[in-house]
């Protein structure tokens, strides 16, 4: 299976929606829609992902089904503590704040859909039920994108959030 990724367009945070940027973001993302063969869509509910998503559904013909687990976590820090991939869910951050419940329900959430698809997770890995060519594509956030990868790749998110907040 391949999961494409794709963060939303610049964002303006305040209307929740895109900037005049990030519309022309999400256009040239349309136009290559079809060669990137999104197959099966999944957005989150937030605007600025829901603007991003559309001109590409509309483009390759597809619709999406929005799922409430693709929201922004939001959280970011610079600590060293928190770069263990279990170490983390201690940390301040973690104990004052919903993050480890939000963490958890993302992950079982995406677990849960790799498992319609045919990939069942197993002591951090997945095993193959039903080998798939196909495509799911998830527009949604940065801080999603990397609760994501960290629980493909079995490392704290903090890793991922402070590595690439710094690009």
């Keep these: 299976m391949r999961i494409l990724l794709i963060r939303h ?20 993302l349309a136009k290559r829609a079809l060669s990137l063969h999104i197959g099966k869509c999944y957005v989150s509910p937030l605007g600025r992902a829901q603007r991003t998503a559309l001109p590409s559904l509309e483009a ?15 959280y970011l820090t610079e600590h060293e503590e928190y770069m263990d991939k279990t170490n983390w869910r201690h940390s301040l951050v973690a104990k ?11 992950t ?13 997770r197993e002591n951090g890995y997945y095993r193959v039920e039903k ?3 196909e495509t799911i ?9 990397c609760v994501l990868l960290s629980h493909l790749w079995n ?6 959030w402070n590595s690439f907040a710094n690009i």
């Design 96 to 106: 004052c704040s919903d993050m480890e419940d939000v963490y958890d329900k993302v």
């Design 60 to 74: 390759a013909g597809c619709k999406a089904e929005t799922v409430e687990w693709l929201q922004a976590p939001g």
């Design 9 to 28: 367009g610049d964002p303006d945070y305040e209307n929740d929606t895109l900037t005049e940027k990030g519309c022309r973001e999400a256009e040239l």
């Design 155 to 160: 490392v704290s998110p903090f890793t991922l």
């Design 131 to 133: 080998e798939s060519t």
């Design 108 to 120: 079982k959430e995406f677990d849960t859909l790799l498992a319609k698809h045919g990939y069942v």
């Design 137 to 145: 594509t998830l527009f949604c956030h940065f801080g999603l994108i």
